[in-house]
């Protein structure tokens, strides 16, 4: 019997390959604010955070400007962007042998929640799921009392499970996700990080971040989630 009762998945560089999609949303967004980059792999930093921190990040925008920019994203996203991604090799399998493990599965993602579940829905993986959960399409609800959105989503995601206030089932849940960000969200809230290197972030930083499970493959990951 595995050690996981309970997982969650970040979307983003873990269930999908989506830098596609977001680095020309990204591009588009720049352009449009009179900034050409034409190097679509500088842009990956922006798959995983929520778009207004790497905007301020990357190119010192106030508030304002990344309201502005994040429009012009989304209007790129919704009418291209959303499905310039494809599921990593092996994950739809991996779903499913889970699924037929008797594991409760949910995505903590934070991409607005409608979006989340277009895609799921695209690729035909929604049903292995429980809960689908993403972040507010509003960026400045993404913060709320000093959390991250990353720490509300996967909380949102624990509640949605039934695990939030227990502790027995923290222990035995994990948090799937291939940036810092995922790593952090999962031990803020009690469950155990499992990271991944087939995204976007490396083994360096999920270490640095307190990720001690690492995954290179999605074999790898299975079994991990599932021995």
Known sequence: ???????LFDLDGTLSASAPGITRCVQYALHCLGIEEPDLKS???????????????RYGFDDKTCAIAID???ERYRKAGIFEC????????????QYEAG????????????????????????PYFSAI??????????????????????GKALSSLGVLSDPRK??????????????????????????VTFG???????EEAGCRLIAADSKALERILLS
């Not at 019997?1 to 997982?7: A, D, I, K, L, P």
């Not at 494809?86 to 042998?97: D, F, R, S, T, V």
């Not at 976007?200 to 999920?206: A, D, H, P």
């Open 1 to 7: 019997m595995s050690r996981f009762t309970y997982c």
């Open 43 to 57: 842009l990956e930093t922006f798959v995983g955070p929520p778009l207004g921190d790497e905007f301020k990040r």
């Open 72 to 74: 012009r994203y989304r």
């Open 86 to 97: 494809k599921l990593y090799p092996g994950i739809q399998e991996m779903l499913q042998a």
């Open 103 to 126: 594991q409760k599965l949910a995505v903590a993602s934070s991409k607005p929640e409608a979006f989340v579940k277009q895609i799921m829905e695209h690729f035909q993986i929604a």
């Open 133 to 154: 959960c993403g972040a507010p399409m509003d960026e400045e609800k993404q913060k709320t009392g000093g959390k991250t959105s990353k720490e509300i989503v996967v």
């Open 170 to 195: 923290k222990a035995a849940t994990a948090m799937v996700g291939d940036r810092c960000f995922d790593i952090q969200g999962a031990l803020a809230n009690g469950v155990v990080p499992v990271g």
């Open 200 to 206: 976007y972030g490396t083994r360096e930083e999920l």
